[in-house]
T-cell receptor, first 113, second 112 residues
Framework: AQSVSQHNHHVILSEAASLELGCNYS??????LFWYVQYPGQHLQLLLK??????LVKGIKGFEAEFIKSKFSFNLRKPSVQWSDTAEYFC???????????FGGGTRLMVKP | DGGITQSPKYLFRKEGQNVTLSCEQN?????MYWYRQDPGQGLRLIYY???????QKGDIAEGYSVSREKKESFPLTVTSAQKNPTAFYLC???????????FGSGTRLTVV
């Protein structure tokens, strides 16, 4: 079975700092990759996704992620964070075995104004 | 607008009681899922259903039960056998994997 690891459980940044959240998965076949965001008190929303084509994917609110197949990674990046980016971020992986996604443990990001 | 509705938003239960959490979707999605979210533990899969009248156990199914009698509805019952039921419960659905999940707003269950 596949697994997903998010290495940073808590990240604290100041506004305008650059962000990179790590995500690694274990699965040897074709994968579909997702990042979800959960703002305080809100439900999970899709930030971006990759399933084929350009490995550099751009999502909402200035976020992007790069799929590096050789490293089994799908790291999330943002050049300059804002206070409003304070949230919990989840990486998820799907395979051709079905519709279900496997989620990482999440990373709590706090951006200090 | 289409979406997933979870109710109630907050639920309190006495120890030893069963309680049922509602999840309804009007997205015409075949697959539905229940996750439990605890601080620092991410999302853990309880049960899932790929089609009406069929469902499968996830990683932490003990103490929970589900039914899928209608495509739109996937209720979760937290039974008295669940040792630590206080948590945030999320329902999700999708039509196909590449579209990702649509999530409900969750139900926070507290056992008192």
């Amino acid at each position: 079975a596949q697994s997903v690891s998010q290495h940073n459980h808590h990240v604290i940044l100041s506004e305008a700092a650059s962000l990179e959240l790590g995500c690694n998965y274990s699965y040897g076949g074709t994968v579909n990759l997702f990042w979800y965001v959960q703002y305080p008190g809100q439900h999970l929303q899709l930030l971006l996704k990759y399933f084929s084509g350009d490995p550099l994917v751009k999502g909402i609110k200035g976020f992007e992620a790069e799929f590096i197949k050789s490293k089994f990674s799908f790291n999330l990046r943002k050049p300059s964070v804002q206070w409003s980016d304070t949230a919990e971020y989840f990486c998820a992986v799907g395979t051709n075995a079905g519709n279900m996604l496997t989620f990482g443990g999440g990373t709590r990001l706090m951006v200090k104004p | 607008d289409g979406g997933i509705t979870q109710s109630p938003k907050y639920l309190f239960r006495k120890e030893g009681q069963n309680v049922t959490l509602s999840c309804e979707q009007n997205l015409n999605h075949d697959a539905m899922y229940w996750y439990r979210q605890d601080p620092g533990q991410g999302l853990r899969l309880i049960y899932y259903s790929q089609i009406v009248n069929d469902f499968q156990k996830g990683d932490i199914a003990e103490g929970y039960s589900v039914s899928r009698e209608k495509k739109e509805s996937f209720p979760l019952t937290v039974t008295s056998a669940q040792k630590n039921p206080t948590a945030f419960y999320l329902c999700a659905s999708n039509a196909r994997q590449t579209a990702g999940y649509t999530f409900g707003s969750g139900t926070r269950l507290t056992v008192v």
